[in-house]
């Protein structure tokens, strides 16, 4: 090969390199390891990661995946592919990202849905700054029980752009309605409402569309996509943008990411959306086919004038989604969402009824839900893993002081009726030891 | 197709047809040529008063979106409502079909736009 | 194999009634009425109802409908197409990664706070960076960021005033798109005409305003900007810093480094340059090194070590916030550090070095039939030209088109801008001399039909799943979901 380029060495593909930028050394970095040394060392980092029976929820849920879901992602046609722009041979993968469009539309109540953003919290910055575009206003409006790393996320992207971000704070006495209400004026693009919250009550929203609408504003929610088996949905409550975490849709946990945002919207703002979309049409021959389209919008065409800069989809996360869906089906999904709140209602009911203990907020939860301890919660936590192995919940004085005695936990269909007991137990004795270190 | 001499042109490629003290204006041959296939044209609003230069929307093709500039200042007082369902006339007919329609505030702004050899020589100089 | 029939949607072959998936019995009292009536949903979202083998049989038939890097050569120009290890998907799996919440506390999962830190680390080496945040979900996210952490340095620096960046006309869309999202205004500067940064061009351009340049080395056209330490002067003396889109890095690894050619700010494509898998569009990994000046602004929580301990670092004031929840795409990451691990560092070298010998080796073959813009010499990827080709009727399109045919996948079409047909060809390191060869017979064969007969590339392909699909209409009156009304 060298013969054929006419050069006597590689190195000398390299001579355009001035000389002292060369680096003339090796790269500092450990030896090369053979794939068994490789896994060897991989398996000791795994095993320094401990997985108790876990309560944690706050934006990232267990859930059992499938055994159908992994198989297909491991088929390397899918996951070695590239983007779809070649449409004729990936017709797979479009495929699927229009089934996967079809079905987030369908649990949604919207209208349409992209092919997925990076995850929830980034799906909420886009969500904002498509109301900006929207209605040419500078303001966006997001109260304290939306997720905090929603909120922190929101925060960074509103600061680049010069939008200004309003966090409205909690009022006692006052509904969320009302405090929405007192902030609203003639500069708010958006208001961002998350349904269940962060600490997992549910609200009706039509009340709040309805004064946003008449503002002229656009109402973005934040939904959890399991919950939307039983719960109405946003399509239904006069929401403008709907979004989420699809984490819980065949994803595991795997620290946090990759996960998925999604993305749906009514008709009216279907041109505005950001990311790639999937469109059905025709080939020469009249057959149906995939391609992806309204790419003009996007930041390969439009550059700086594009909507967003984004550049790749999660297409492996929301094929894992899709997957998932068409697994559990139209009744299982329901099914396996009323198997999730029953037994975090069990919980619940276990959990109050232990001394000390009761429900934070008095609102309908799904499957996650905060209680008020008999103390400091992280010390109550910390004296739970130490005795029983187990994780209880998320510590909520982290994020909102005036919560130190407050836990949010969430129970999925993967948690036994021992499994709750067995939480309950060891709340109701570390609340005795442990709850007095505050 | 050459470029109809009744007409007057811009740099960003629209063609104007005054009528009365009303302007019409439409993109060129060469912009729809350019574009491609046009998909969707997003249009402005009805009573907007905008300034000669402004952004007044953009024209959406497969490969490309394009904003159309208004070449004077006054009143949007028209728009073509028939290219919400049918963008593709923009590409079947461009010297046919207007986007919209400004009353002009300012005759002496239409002395600054190309006349049609002038439009013509601009065109081939980019091309170049 | 192409039928007439369409192939059916998931929904198409949905009966009612019908489970792939058993779940576990209620084992809890339930309490009764637990959502009030107005809150619930009345009618169950549509959802399919299939058998597992009729799932099983769909996803495996859709698979087959599609083209992978174990399928066949993609030569990707700016994708860095590389084969992806197997080893590493498995070990994404191992239950001690896999099923690892991320609000656990730090002392319950030091192995994944070990990998981030070594991660971290290895990665500033390999670009010759001081720190490192793995927040960033893909290369536009680094880039966002990367502009994020560049404003607040300026900002809290009193220059306030430095609200443009300069992106030169050969970028990847996501450059200028990156800059407008964080708020600055984009100015473009020139390539002369080696396809190399007009160094007039940018002395003109750059001025006190100019916050940051936007480079990425080698360039797209696959050319080495070799005057990168004078490019860094000329920005540096106006203040100004410069980014390093990391786009192209398997070109250099191991060769040379950013850090050393002057860049202040780099973000990286772990599903490029460092194997993980593309996924069908992701998900990817855009991690970003920095210089230490901009250190005290990087995403909060990193990893620090502490004796034998890792834990996160929230003791950052400066910090631009966060960019994404918890910590970035771990899963990902995590197959970039067993590939960093198993390759080691002179097996990185050896990557680039064959990255840029299999590119030279195709760039002098295609010569022959192809228009070359630049035509000396390219680092792990170069342009050509089928205007001769258009000249007889075929477009880059149709070229690529007919590529499909013959069991290739085409390169990157009509990029970089600056080329006319340009399609960009980056072969990587993992493809045999056997099928670059294999490329350059069919290559030359299409380029004989554009001459002869190019109506068969107009057409082409012919025999893909598809003919060519109608993307006018696909955009004109869009149909994104199914609706049963067919």
Known sequence: MLNEIGVSSAEELFDVIPRELQLGRPLNLPQALSEQELLTHM?????????????????????????????????????????????????????????????????????????????????????????????????VLVPWNVHPQTRQVLRTYCNAAGITLIELENQDGLSLQEIIEQSLDHDTAGVILQNPDFFGCIEDLQGIADIVHNN?????????????????????????????????????????????????????????????????????????????????????????????????NQALNALAATVYLATLGKEGFVELATLCMNKAHYAKDLICAIPGFELAFDSPFFCEFAIKCPGNAENIAQQVLQDAQILPGYYLGQEYPELSNGLLIAVTETKTRQDIELLADALAKAAVTGGDLA | MSNPKNLLYTETHEWVKQDGNVAYVGITD????????????????????????????????????????????GTVVEINAELEEAPELLNAAPWDTWIFAVEISNTDELAELLNASEYKAFCEDGEE | MKTNQDFPLIFERSRAGRRALDLPQNDVPTTGKTLPEHLRRQEAAALPEVSQVDLIRHFTALSRRNFGVDNGFYPLGSCTMKYNPKINEDIARIPGFAQIHPE?????????????????????????????????????????????????????????????????????????????????????????????????????????????????????????????????????????????????????????????????VVHLNLHKTFSTPHGGGGPGSGPVGVK?????????????????????????????????????????????????????????????????????????????????????????????????????????????????????????IYFPLIVKEALMIEPTETESKETLDAFVAVMAAIAKEAEETPQALQNAPHHATVSRLDETTAARHPVLKWTGED
């Open chain 1, 216 to 312: 002229k504003s656009l109402l973005i929610a934040s939904v959890e996509p399991i919950s939307l088996a039983l719960l109405k949905p946003p399509g239904q409550s006069g929401v403008d943008i709907a979004v989420g975490d699809g984490q819980s849709l065949g994803n595991p946990l795997s620290f946090g990411g990759p996960s998925l945002g999604f993305m749906a919207v009514k008709e009216n703002l279907l041109r505005r959306m950001p990311g790639r979309i999937v469109g059905q049409t025709k080939d020469q021959d009249g057959r149906r086919g995939f391609v992806l389209t309204l790419q003009a919008r996007e930041q390969h065409i439009r550059r700086q004038k594009a909507m967003s800069n984004i550049c790749s």
């Open chain 3, 104 to 264: 656990q506390p730090p002392e319950t999962v030091q192995g994944a706070l070990q990998v981030i830190y070594e991660l971290g680390r290895m990665l500033s080496e390999i670009t010759a960076m001081d720190e490192f945040t793995l927040q960033p979900a893909a290369g536009a996210h680094g880039e966002l960021t990367g502009l994020m952490l560049i404003k607040a340095y300026h900002l809290h620096n009193g220059d306030s005033h430095k609200t443009e960046v300069l992106v030169p006309d050969s970028a990847h869309g996501t450059n200028p798109a990156s800059a407008a999202m964080a708020g600055f205004d984009v100015v473009e500067v020139k390539s002369n005409m080696a396809g190399l940064v007009d160094l007039e061009d940018l002395a003109k351009k750059v001025s006190d305003n100019t916050a940051a340049l936007m480079l990425t080395n080698p360039n797209t056209l696959g050319l080495f900007e070799k005057d990168v330490k004078e490019i860094a002067d000329i920005v540096h003396a106006k203040g100004g810093l410069l980014y390093y889109d990391g786009a192209n890095l398997n070109a250099i690894m191991g060769i040379c480094r950013p850090g050393d050619m002057g860049f202040d």
């Open chain 1, 43 to 139: 398996n000791a980092l795994a095993e320094k990661n401990k997985r108790p029976l876990s309560f944690l929820g706050a934006g990232a849920y267990e859930h059992h995946i499938p055994s159908v879901v992994n198989h297909i992602l491991m088929r390397s046609e899918f996951y070695t592919s590239y983007t779809p722009y070649q449409a004729e041979i990936s017709q797979g993968m479009l495929q699927c990202i229009f089934e996967y469009q079809t079905m987030i539309a369908q649990i949604t109540g919207m209208d349409v849905s992209n092919a997925s953003l990076y995850d929830g919290a980034t799906a909420t910055s886009e969500a904002a700054f498509m109301a900006v575009n929207v209605t040419r206003r500078n303001k």
């Open chain 3, 292 to 412: 230490k000046p901009l250190i005290p602004y990087l995403p909060v929580p990193t990893v620090k070590q502490e004796g034998q301990t890792y834990t996160f670092d929230y003791n950052r004031p400066l910090s631009i916030g966060r960019v994404k929840s918890f910590y970035g795409n771990f899963g990902v990451y995590l197959k970039a550090y067993a590939y960093i691990l198993a390759m080691g560092p002179d097996g990185l070298r050896q990557a680039s070095q064959d990255a840029v010998l299999n590119a030279n080796y195709l760039l002098h073959q295609l010569k022959e039939c192809y228009e070359v813009p630049y035509p000396d010499r390219c680092m792990h990827e170069f342009v050509i030209s089928a205007t001769t080709q258009k000249e007889y009727g075929a477009s880059a399109l149709d070229l690529a088109k007919r590529l499909l045919d013959f069991g290739f996948h085409p390169p990157t």
């Open chain 2, 30 to 73: 060469y912009a729809q040529d350019s574009l491609g296939d046009v998909v969707f044209v997003e249009l402005p609003e009805k009573g907007a008063d905008i300034e000669a230069g402004d952004t007044l929307g953009s024209i959406e093709s497969v490969k490309a979106v394009s904003d159309i500039y208004s070449p004077v200042s």
